[in-house]
């Protein structure tokens, strides 16, 4: 898409670029001289196409990354650390200063989000705000856990007193789709339970991190979280070969996942915190309201453009109601209107990933090849950022859009007469995360709600596929996630229940009593957070 500069309003324009040139590794804002890497958004700012040049980020290497490793080691101190052993509500401090200095970023992120990786400005604000809420909310849940927590269990004569308690050094790794919210929700539970953080922000999305690192230095203990930039073969392999890794959190791709995995040494020990890919269907039935269904099924496929992991992928509608909802689908979806992330009910926006479009077509083409047809009129348009959603049907098995993770703008639709295809396909699928289901007679909906539930982890019933709200569990079967993530879940997902025991007699109930008095201990404590 071609615009003149001039029509970029006056907010939103790129007017010095942000050379990020330090990383922060044991509190320190630490000077880069070394490799740069240019970032450059596909939103073009001239008349005639051309990336924009949005700044630079470092390129550290190993050495910078061990150094991160050791801050994040030191900072633990085998469990002695000022961090994993500071009080709740001092950690909770922290916290709360961090996110008060993170809303007065919001514009300068909110402006990134969209130049990076083309996401709307409603949906930009959309995930800063959010961020926000699930850090408050994270906040309030870990009082709530920590109130729990304050007293004494009695059983065979011995007392316990449980708390939850870190789990030591975590690598977190987020996805360029939601480069601040889904990194935010692995990042924000691992720090508050105590863990030490190296954090290493996505390939795309990743400056909108820069306006962040002096809260984090200001806000935390030296070494609780280290933020390095770079490629992420070049600086996580080496931290997970050590074996000093205690968790991987990441939100992306299985086989990164699995790669990682595979290099740590001590395999037993590793903690898991997967949010991974999927291939979410839709099934319409053929008692569905069609006008709901083509809205939600729209907002399911190709919100941002389809690529969020929770979008619909596959769309199996039932041969006797599929002709009328492939035209009014065909047909809405070529409404949409495309444009810069800022340009008001923008629904399709610039693609960020520079050879998404080519890899979009090349599902097209052999979903054409193989029998399917593109029945909107503008599916498949391409310019240099952008191929327009592309309605492809009828698609088989034997077509790449059919297994592969499109994760753009195509939307594969399969006819089915007996309920049992779209089951069996999922039963055989390596994904498991969401479904969608579309219909209104209980009597048809109550046997495919009960199997459904044993193939993935949230049935929406006549809604697309999503994440929030994010006190609800965030999870999937098989290849799409491995532990669950919500504001309660991820709390537990980055500690373990560890506790103090002691046989009840005067000898042992007298020290207890006096630590309690005393509070010389910040484990054993029943104070209770207000």
Not at 99 to 128: A, C, H, Y
């Amino acid at each position: 898409m071609n615009i003149d500069f001039s029509e970029i309003p006056e907010p939103y324009k790129i007017k010095y670029l942000l050379h990020q040139d330090t990383y922060l590794v044991g509190g320190e804002l630490k000077k880069w001289k070394g490799d740069t890497a240019e970032v450059h958004s596909t939103i073009s700012s001239t008349k005639d196409y051309k990336p924009t040049l949005l700044g630079t980020i470092p390129q550290l290497g190993e050495v910078e990354a061990m150094d991160a490793l050791n801050a994040a080691i030191n900072a633990y101190d085998k469990g002695q650390g000022l961090w994993p052993t500071m009080k709740v509500v001092d950690r909770i401090a922290c916290m709360e200063k961090f996110v008060k200095q993170m809303k007065t970023k919001r514009d300068e992120i909110v402006k990134l989000l969209m130049w990076e990786i083309g996401k709307n400005l409603p949906d930009s604000e959309k995930e800063f705000d959010r961020t926000i809420d699930y850090i408050y909310d994270t906040i309030e849940d870990y009082k709530q856990i920590d109130r729990d927590s304050a007293k004494f269990e009695k059983n065979d004569g011995v007392y316990a007193h449980i708390r939850r308690g870190p789990l030591g050094v975590v690598l977190c790794l987020g996805p360029y789709n939601y480069p601040l919210n889904e990194t935010f929700t692995l990042l924000i539970p691992a720090l508050i339970m105590g863990n030490t953080v190296i954090f290493k922000p996505a390939k795309l999305g990743v400056l909108l991190i820069s306006p962040l690192l002096e809260a984090f230095q200001d806000s935390f203990p030296k070494g609780a979280v280290n933020i390095i930039f770079g490629r992420g073969r070049v600086l996580a392999a080496p931290i997970m070969k050590s074996g000093k890794v205690d968790v991987l959190a990441l939100i992306g791709n299985s086989k990164s996942a699995n790669a990682l995995q595979a290099q740590h040494p001590k395999g037993n020990r590793l903690r898991l915190v997967l949010g991974l890919e999927a291939k979410n269907p839709a099934i319409v039935l053929p008692d569905a309201d069609l006008d709901l269904t083509v809205d939600e099924c729209i907002a399911g496929a190709l919100s941002f453009n389809g690529q969020r992991c929770t979008a619909l992928k596959v769309l199996y509608v039932h041969e006797s109601v599929v002709e009328e909802f492939n035209k009014r689908f065909s047909n809405k979806v070529d409404q949409l209107k495309y444009g810069n992330p800022w340009e008001s009910d923008v629904k399709l926006t610039p693609l960020p990933e520079v050879d998404k479009p080519s890899f979009i077509q090349e599902l097209i083409q052999d979903a054409k090849d193989k029998g399917a047809k593109v029945l909107n009129k503008k599916g498949g348009q391409t310019s240099e950022n952008f191929i327009f959603p592309a309605v492809l049907y009828p698609v088989n098995k034997d077509m790449r859009v059919f297994e592969e993770e499109q994760f753009g703008p195509v939307v594969p639709i399969v006819p089915f007469e007996d309920i049992e295809e779209p089951l069996d396909d999922m039963a055989e699928s390596n994904y498991g995360q969401q479904v969608s289901l579309f219909g209104k007679n209980v009597h048809t909906l109550s046997p495919l709600i009960d199997t459904l539930v044993n193939l993935v982890c949230r049935v929406n019933l006549n809604s697309s596929c999503q994440r929030g709200p994010d006190v609800y569990p965030f999870t999937g079967r098989k290849d799409s996630a491995f532990s669950t993530l919500s504001v309660h879940d991820a709390l537990r997902s980055f500690s373990i229940r560890t506790f103090v025991a002691s046989k009840d007699n005067d000898y042992n109930n007298a020290i207890i009593k006096e630590l309690l008095e005393k509070k010389t201990s910040n484990f054993i404590s029943t104070d209770y957070i207000l």
